[in-house]
Every structure is written in C-alpha cells, then in structure tokens.
C-alpha cells in the first residue's frame, strides 16, 4: 500500500512538475537571449566606473539589467520604425547594409523570414502537416514560400522547427499537393511546438492525412 501511494504522489508531483519546468526552460533561453545582447558593454560600463556603479558588480544583479534594457530598447525601436522619421533611419540602415555582402544576405533573409510569418503564402496555409520523418507520420511546419521546379511543378520550403525549443529545425521541400492544411495560426502552432503536444485539443478541426 504505501508502495503504491508514493509511486501515486511521485506521478503527480511529475505531472506537476513537467509544465513549470517546460516554461522556465523557455523562459530561461528568452531571458538568456535578451541579456546577452547588452550584457558585455553593461559589464565594461561598470567596471570602467566601479566607484560609481561598484555596487553592480553582480551577475545576479547585471543579468536582469541587461534584460531591462533590452525590452526598453526594443520597446524604442518599435515605436521609432512606426514613425517617419525612425522609417527613415531604418532605410538609411539597410543602404548600408546592401553594400556588406554576408550581413546582406543573412539581414535580407532574416527580414523576408519575419514578413513571411505575418502573412499567409499565396494558395496554401502557413501552418501545415507533412510527413516527416516518415510517410507513417506527421509533424508541424510552417510554409516560407512556394516555388515551381523546372517542369511547373509546385513545391513548398516548409520549416519543421523541434520542440520544445523551436530554434532548431529542418527545411524541407515538399511537393505542394503532399501538404495538408490546417486552420491553426502561427500562434497556435507555437503553443502545440512548445507545450509538446499538451495544449492540442482531444479532437483536431483538420484531417491528419491527405485525403485521396
């Protein structure tokens, strides 16, 4: 009997566990992000005016700040691209970049990245199923653009991104007829990556297979 209570209050205390830990990873890695961006000139600033700003010399205290500052920064750049002028610098900024060719070419394919999750591709849903691994199953993608081959064929670059860190992934190019489209927006299907499969309901509103 108590065997079978403490393997009862083991699973549950799992159980419990297993979403705090999901979001605290996620939430760890976002933070983690953030702070690295301005965490070495942070760093250097105070250690450059240690009479000044001593009392900051704590990784406990610089991580958080550098994660503040991001968000304000990020906040400022938001506001300024929605505004003429800040549109305006954002151009000149690009010029600039046309004439590195490697920053070009990542800045260029980050950007498109970016506008193609916000809009739906022409003829085909951005979140759809394809089978990956195998022909047996299915997995998540997202469409970046549709294509034709050399015969008129149209495909599809689908990325298959891992869970629960969705960072890492696959491109796959898949024949368009072979995709199956679902009606869950990129939101949703984030939430399903992240949460690996727990917020997905008991019965999906699209077909898992392709019908004949």
């Given at each position: 009997m108590r065997s079978l209570h403490l393997q009862r209050y083991l699973f549950t205390g799992l159980l419990t566990i297993i979403p705090l830990w999901l979001t605290w990873i996620v939430f760890k890695w976002i933070f983690a992000l953030l702070?690295?961006?301005?965490?070495?000139?942070?760093?250097?600033?105070?250690?450059?005016?240690?009479?000044?700003?001593?009392?900051?010399?704590?990784?406990?205290?610089?991580?958080?700040?550098a994660f503040l500052i991001t968000l304000v920064l990020l906040y400022v750049v938001g506001f300024a691209a929605s505004r003429v002028l800040g549109q305006r610098v954002l151009a000149i900024f690009e010029r600039l970049i046309e004439h590195i060719?490697?920053?070009?070419?990542?800045?260029?394919?980050?950007?498109?990245?970016?506008?193609?999750?916000?809009?739906?591709?022409?003829?085909?849903?951005?979140?759809?199923?394809?089978?990956f691994p195998s022909p047996q199953l299915r997995t998540i993608g997202f469409v970046t653009r549709v294509f034709e081959d050399a015969d008129g064929v149209e495909y599809a670059a689908v990325y298959v991104p891992t869970t629960p860190n969705p960072t890492g992934g696959y491109l796959e190019i898949v024949p368009v007829t072979e995709l199956v489209a679902t009606d869950w927006s990129v939101d949703q299907a984030m939430a399903f990556i992240l949460s690996v499969g727990a917020t997905s309901p008991d019965r999906l509103p699209f077909p898992l297979a392709r019908k004949p």
């Open positions: 702070s690295e961006v301005n965490l070495p000139w942070i760093t250097a600033l105070v250690n450059a005016y240690p009479d000044t700003l001593g009392h900051l010399q704590q990784e406990w205290l610089l991580s958080p700040l060719p490697i920053a070009h070419s990542i800045y260029g394919g980050a950007k498109k990245l970016m506008a193609m999750l916000q809009n739906k591709p022409g003829g085909t849903q951005r979140v759809v199923l394809i089978a």
